[in-house]
């Protein structure tokens, strides 16, 4: 295998589009409010999926191998109120709300109207994460974590060594098939997505 991670520039609006989607659908299956750990899960299964499916990403966004699994990184920075990252990317407000659980958790609820989801994703793009919503509130938090441990992306990049928090992850072993040759060509084309 190749040591080269391909980064990808992200699409935020596709990121905002996305987590928005995903909360609405949760909200029309009485499933609110969702935490930020089901976001990240539901982002990294549909991304990965679309990946294989119809050959790109949805977000575009760059996954790192962290403690209970992958997570996309402008997105989770959106997810934690990162309001320098919501400037930089031209967002008065991100089209959703949370409130602080215990533990530090957060819950997330969608502001109605707040954006069009179909200006910005396809019907591919919402089938995807519908089918990895369905899953991340079906299987709970422990089986997802294992499902996403499992991932030969997140195995590849995590390192049990006290160290850093995060590890790139590789875009290339995203794919069924690892795909490097293709990988390179997605990071290269999502500067103009």
């Given at each position: ?22 909360l609405l659908a ?130 590849d990049a995590w ?35």
């Open positions: 295998m190749t040591d080269h991670v391909d980064i990808m520039t992200p699409n935020a609006g596709r990121i905002r589009a996305a987590i928005y989607h995903s949760a909200e029309r299956r009485r499933r609110l409010p969702l935490t930020q750990y089901d976001l990240v899960k539901t982002l990294f299964l549909a991304d990965r999926s679309h990946l294989n499916e119809w050959g790109r990403p949805i977000t575009y966004d760059n996954y790192k191998a962290m403690e209970h699994g992958p997570v996309p990184s402008l997105a989770y920075d959106f997810l934690k109120g990162n309001e320098r990252a919501v400037r930089e990317h031209g967002f008065g407000s991100l089209p959703w709300t949370w409130t602080q659980g215990k533990k530090g958790k957060k819950f997330y609820t969608p502001r109605r109207g707040a954006i069009d989801v179909e200006e910005w994703l396809s019907e591919s793009d919402t089938e995807a994460l519908d089918d990895a919503l369905t899953t991340v509130l079906r299987l709970g938090f422990g089986q997802v974590r294992r499902l996403t441990h499992e991932d030969p992306a997140y195995v390192r049990e060594d006290g160290g850093r928090a995060a590890y790139d992850m590789k875009l290339g072993l995203l794919f069924d098939e690892p795909n490097f040759d293709r990988a390179q060509l997605l990071a290269e084309q999502s500067a103009y997505v």
